[in-house]
């Protein structure tokens, strides 16, 4: 328990560092320097107002300085960080595992939220993500599947998992991209963005190919409900609304990192 709170805690240090990206990647902005300024009057933000949570309450949502509206989302990144983080480690323990999992959730919340937000899943998480799958497949070896069928006299763990995050990687990147194409010269417009393809590479890197397909017909399933739910409750065009479907990818993808065991337990048992 004690590691799950100092995860907690972490995580909300880490969610404050994700808010800068998501303000500043989109707006080609550094995250390095300067240090963290109000958007509205470009006042620097003193530390004593910025940390996690905290600042947000004492300061009832506003500047200190302009009194503009501080952005709900800049807590509600820091304590979702927190919480999948604590989460992480509480249900795997401090191990790689759960390293592993904190990094994927800290992405997935960057990418959810730029998506939501800008409608642009960053490069920096999104292929940096795929380079990050590709290290932990070394470090915490997946478990084998097609792998297995397409090396058969490969015995070593690690290369195995290397194999299997490419897979992961390379098929689903490159089935999402096609269906993208086809709807494309189908319909005269883009129905899904290149981000989206990339981050879909950067789920097969962390999770294998089974992971990353299970993830891709649970957020197909969500957005598919969610998106007609909130078209016909807010009486938008369905012909021009861009669905955010990287935040239900991310979600899905959260879920499914978590659970994928379970539920292909609980399927096989039904299916018996």
Avoid: H
Wanted: glycine letters at 10%; one cysteine or more.
């Amino acid at each position: 328990m004690t590691e799950a709170i100092l995860a907690f805690f972490a995580g909300l240090l880490i969610g404050s560092f994700l808010n800068v990206c998501i303000y500043r990647l989109p707006r080609d902005l550094s995250v390095v320097g300067p240090r963290s300024f109000c958007p509205a009057c470009e006042k620097t933000i003193a530390w004593y107002d910025n940390i996690p949570l905290a600042s947000f309450v004492f300061l009832r949502g506003r500047c200190r300085y302009c009194q503009a509206p501080i952005p709900v989302r800049y807590p509600l990144v820091e304590l979702a960080t927190g919480l999948l983080f604590s989460w992480c480690v509480f249900s795997r323990g401090a191990s790689l595992p759960a390293l592993k999992l904190c990094v994927l959730s800290a992405i997935l919340v960057t990418l959810v939220a730029s998506d939501i937000e800008e409608r642009i899943l960053p490069d920096e998480f999104t292929l940096g993500g795929v380079l990050a799958g590709f290290a932990f497949a070394w470090a915490a070896p997946l478990s084998p599947a097609l792998s297995l069928l397409l090396a058969p006299s490969v015995r070593d763990a690690r290369l195995l998992s290397l194999i299997e995050a490419a897979l992961g990687a390379g098929v689903t990147a490159g089935a999402i991209w096609l269906v993208a194409k086809i709807y494309f010269l189908l319909r005269r417009r883009e129905g899904m963005g290149f981000g989206d393809v990339k981050m879909v590479a950067m789920i097969g890197a962390f999770l294998g190919l089974q992971g990353a397909l299970l993830a891709l017909i649970v957020s197909s399933l969500a957005g598919g409900v969610g998106g007609l739910i909130f078209i016909l409750v807010t009486g938008k065009q369905a012909s021009t609304y861009q669905l955010p479907f990287g935040a239900f990818l991310g979600v899905s993808t959260f879920v499914i990192a978590v659970f994928g065991d379970s539920l292909l337990r609980w399927y096989g048992a039904l299916a018996q």
